[in-house]
């Protein structure tokens, strides 16, 4: 099993283009969720899955769009990249939700927007 | 007010030391996770509790639900075990809420 795979692992934007953050995993997991880690603020939750078809937005959701149409992807949308959104972004997914099962990560995503 | 806070933020140790780092929460939770952190950035899940301790290995996780608290004890700490140790709580929902890491250094 490959786990949890992320890419690209790096990316820079200019302010205003768009881009998608690929996230996929092969352990038939149905929850998945998507974060941010900034430096001295830890890890935030933008949006999140509970399986495919739902989805649920995080403590950070605005500026981004997600989608669940399988159960194994789990894309991340930024619609016009700003400034404020250059972070390391983290992709994790679980068995059966964060109450019951542990969660595995992605290599993360460090993306720079100029 | 952070939710979940955790201390101490850094914290330096000799190899073989005993390590204790804590995660203080202010919610009712339903879950705790405990995370390590690579240099390289990378990050792995060490436990999931509810209730009581686990052990792997080196590692031990406790809680005390009553009081809101969660401890991850290292017994023989060693120079790969430098890294950085992060708490995680599930509130209500699908939610995590998390720390803002312990930066744990073991020198050798």
């Known amino acids: 099993n490959a786990g949890v795979t992320q890419t690209p692992k790096f990316q820079v934007l200019k302010t205003g283009q768009s881009m998608t953050l690929q996230c996929a995993q092969d352990?038939?997991?149905?929850?998945m969720s998507w974060y941010r880690q900034d430096p001295g603020m830890g890890l935030r939750l933008i949006h999140y899955?509970?399986?495919?078809?739902?989805?649920d937005q995080g403590e950070v959701p605005n500026g981004y769009n997600v989608s669940r149409s399988t159960t194994e992807d789990f894309p991340l949308r930024l619609l016009s990249a700003a400034p404020s959104q250059t972070s390391v972004y983290f992709c994790?997914?679980?068995?059966?939700?964060?109450?019951?099962?542990?969660?595995?990560f992605g290599n993360g995503t460090r993306l720079t927007v100029t | 007010k952070n939710e979940v806070e955790q201390s101490p933020q850094n914290l330096t140790a000799q190899e073989g030391e005993f390590i204790t780092i804590n995660c203080s929460y202010s919610v009712g939770i339903s879950a705790l996770h405990w995370l390590q952190q690579h240099p390289g950035g990378g990050i792995v899940s060490l436990f999931m509790l509810s209730s009581g301790k686990k052990k792997h290995g080196r590692l031990i996780a406790t809680i005390n639900i009553q009081e809101k608290h969660s401890s991850l004890h290292i017994t023989a700490s060693h120079p790969r075990d430098s890294a950085v140790y992060i708490c995680a709580v599930r509130g209500g929902s699908e939610k995590l809420v998390f720390g803002k890491g312990t930066k744990l250094t073991v020198n050798p």
């Open positions: 352990m038939n997991h149905e929850y």
């Open positions: 994790a997914s679980s068995y059966s939700g964060v109450g019951n099962s542990p969660l595995h």
């Open positions: 899955s509970v399986g495919a078809g739902i989805t």
